[in-house]
């Protein structure tokens, strides 16, 4: 499985970006895949899951009414569409591709595959 991430950069408080990940994997309807983001210092934390196969949702509180996840099959690339960005929503954002349960999918540990990353950065 390999991953490639996209997009992202300097926006303004308020933009909507969208990073864009693209899959390279036999049986990619197996895996679900999921957006976390870590910011200087602090731990990574999950941000959002989609289940490629039925495109299932699950976001976090934080993101939640923000942020859209979403697929597209035909182009083998996840989505992550960033709406009203605050600046601490300023990270690096990673995609991540699990065979885990669903409801496990909040946890890193549960991702075997990575992209190397997108910086967001967001001004105030």
């Known amino acids: 499985v390999q991953l490639q991430a996209f997009g992202g950069g300097l926006v303004q408080a308020g933009g909507s970006p969208k990073v864009s990940c693209l899959v390279s994997?036999?049986?990619?309807?197996?895996?679900?895949m999921g957006w976390f983001r870590q910011a200087p210092g602090k731990e990574r934390e999950f941000v959002a899951v989609i289940r490629w196969s039925g495109g299932q949702l699950y976001y976090a509180e934080s993101v939640k009414g923000r942020f859209t996840i979403s697929r597209d099959k035909a182009k083998n690339t996840v989505y992550l569409q960033m709406n009203t960005l605050k600046p601490e929503d300023t990270a690096v954002y990673y995609c991540?591709?699990?065979?885990?349960?669903?409801?496990?999918?909040?946890?890193?540990?549960?991702?075997?595959?990575w992209g190397q990353g997108t910086q967001v950065t967001v001004s105030s």
């Open positions: 994997a036999q049986r990619i309807n197996d895996y679900k």
């Open positions: 991540g591709a699990s065979l885990g349960a669903w409801s496990t999918l909040h946890d890193q540990n549960r991702y075997r595959y």
